[in-house]
């Protein structure tokens, strides 16, 4: 009985110990985004990028686990805005060849994602521990940020 009792207390304290540690890793990469972006913010075109200072006061406020899910769910709606507002932007920076193309490739995007999100809800988010939903939530996160990004930089790219 004393052996279960002692393999219980240390299984609980790595559980416990493995989830301070991934704390103190967003703490500290939350520290480190906000140098990087403290120097963007000055630059107007880079305002987009509120979005992640904003998620990163939410995780400080609430670092439970489903606390931090909802800040990244609350976030990627953001850069889903972000990717509608960016489009619109760009096409009217095409000529109708182009529109066609982007209009293409966005929905090849977005079939991508719908499969990307079913390959994560169906894989990592059911591996048991609810530090998977974090990082399956983080996963989902980057895709839609990066697309926000990427489009935004298209429109740049095109102005310049």
């Not at 630059?43 to 406020?61: A, L, M, S, T």
């Not at 769910?73 to 095409?94: F, M, P, R, T, V």
């Not at 609810?130 to 489009?151: E, M, S, V």
Request: aromatic share 10%; net charge neutral.
């Amino acid at each position: 009985m004393k052996k279960i009792l002692i393999s219980a207390l240390i299984i609980l304290l790595l559980i416990t110990c493995s989830e301070s540690i991934y704390i103190i890793k967003i703490q500290n990469d939350n520290k480190i985004l906000k140098e990087k972006l403290s120097e963007t913010i000055e630059n107007p075109r880079d305002n987009i990028y509120q979005i992640d200072i904003e998620f990163e006061k939410c995780i400080n406020k609430d670092y439970s686990t489903a606390g931090m899910n909802n800040c990244a769910y609350k976030a990627q709606e953001k850069w889903n805005k972000e990717i509608i507002k960016n489009s619109e932007h760009l096409k009217k920076l095409l000529n109708k060849d182009q529109q066609i193309l982007y209009t293409e490739s966005q929905k090849l995007w977005e079939n991508y994602y719908k499969k990307e999100e079913e390959f994560i809800l169906k894989t990592i988010f059911q591996v048991q521990g609810t530090i998977h939903t974090n990082y399956a939530a983080g996963a989902l996160y980057d895709i839609t940020k990066q697309r926000a990004l990427d489009i935004k930089s298209y429109a740049f790219y095109i102005e310049h």
